[in-house]
């Protein structure tokens, strides 16, 4: 089981970027998925989340309005879309996979990660 993050980058204030997280080793469709991030000196804390039928998504009070999780269970990616970034978004982004189909915000729910992608938001 792999998961791989990317889209990561430097970004001015007020800018977007979108992340995308590649999963192989086994079918997406019934896992719940999710984007925690890390910054610096500080512990890692819950993003986004999307269940397993992309039904049902959950954000963090921080990012609520301008970032959106989608998932593509085809191609099994998921994406997060962030739009108007601070610089308090500054951060390592980490995608994870959980087993619980209906995974929220627990960062205990979630069982597989990938290696994360850096997004500096600095102008």
């Known amino acids: 089981v792999q998961l791989q993050a990317s889209g990561g980058g430097l970004v001015q204030p007020g800018g977007s970027l979108r992340l995308s997280c590649v999963v192989s080793g086994y079918t997406m469709s019934s896992y719940a998925m999710g984007w925690f991030r890390q910054a610096p000196g500080k512990e890692r804390e819950f993003v986004s989340s999307?269940?397993?039928?992309?039904?049902?998504?959950s954000y963090a009070d921080s990012v609520k309005g301008r970032f959106t999780i989608s998932r593509d269970n085809a191609k099994n990616t998921v994406y997060l879309q962030m739009n108007s970034l601070k610089p308090e978004d500054t951060a390592v982004y980490y995608c994870a996979a959980s087993d619980h189909p209906y995974a929220r915000n627990r960062r205990g729910d979630f069982n597989s990660w990938g290696q994360g992608t850096l997004v500096t938001v600095s102008s």
């Open positions: 999307i269940i397993w039928s992309g039904t049902s998504t």
